[in-house]
């Protein structure tokens, strides 16, 4: 059963479900939460404790025009794994470079896309790291064009009994990593095939994506299941946190 893949992050945090989500993270992203105080960045990292497990990795995201040609894709969540550590979750050289944003806790999910051929991985690295820290390391992941060196990836999750079963490190295909510069928070994605074949040369989503691109990864949507789950996951992200700092009121108001 794939429900018995699944497993909870937060306890008691299982309500909620948003089926059939959305991505609405390009062209237009929701507006930043960020205060900018040090009080609401540290607050933000409470949104993995107080947030439905649902709410961060939907069970299913619909990507209108999110594929090759312009066409529609879409995704299942099939697997969501226990929070933990970031140890070993990363190739070697991608731990050192995020270890600026430090580790509060790291939780993954993995989708398989609607004709059951792509599998993909989303992460989402809740850091310990100050502001200053993660604005710095935001600026250098951007300044140095770290998103497209093929030794700085993330590590899928397999779950048996699934089309993931068999996704390992040689079945990468794409991968976008996301880091945020006003939050404590990096979200990546990484896909590959669901028939468990290896890809020889991984290539970033944003080279995979790009028209014309003739590679494996680019002519299977690779990129564009790493570049479109990974975009709604950050907006889910965002949509929480901004829940976490405003609540809404419930119950009547009281006129003294």
């Known amino acids: 059963m794939l429900a018995a893949a699944c497993l909870v992050v937060g306890l008691g945090l299982v309500g909620g479900a948003v089926a059939g989500a959305v991505i609405t993270h390009s062209p237009h992203p929701p507006a930043p939460v960020a205060d900018g105080s040090p009080q609401a960045f540290a607050q933000a990292r ?22 090759p040609g312009g066409a529609d894709r879409s995704w299942t969540r099939i697997g969501v794994a226990a929070p933990a550590s970031c140890t070993g979750a990363f190739d070697p050289l991608l731990q050192q470079v ?50 497209e060196r093929i030794d700085l990836l993330p590590k899928p999750v397999a779950f048996p009994g699934t089309p993931a079963a068999r996704f390992g490190d ?8 996301q880091v945020s510069a006003d939050l404590p928070f990096v979200v990546y994605a990484v896909s590959g095939f669901a028939d468990a074949r290896t890809v020889p040369q991984p290539q970033p989503a944003d080279k995979a994506d790009a028209q014309g691109a003739t590679t494996p990864p680019a002519q299977a949507g690779l ?28 119950g009547p108001e009281h006129h003294g």
């Open 46 to 67: 409470d949104v993995w404790r107080n947030t439905p497990v649902d709410k961060l990795f939907p069970p299913s995201v619909d990507g209108k025009d999110g594929g």
């Open 98 to 147: 995020l270890a600026p944003a430090g580790c509060t806790r790291l939780l993954r999910a993995t989708y398989v896309d609607s004709t059951s051929t792509t599998v993909t991985t989303v992460g989402l690295l809740v850091g310990s790291g100050q502001a200053p820290a993660m604005n710095a390391l935001a600026k250098r992941w951007t300044d140095q064009h770290l998103g």
């Open 170 to 177: 040689r079945q990468r295909g794409s991968w976008d990593v």
């Open 223 to 250: 990129g564009f299941d790493a570049t479109g789950l990974a975009s709604a996951v950050d907006d889910h992200l965002q949509t929480a946190v901004a829940a976490l700092r405003h609540p809404p009121t419930t």
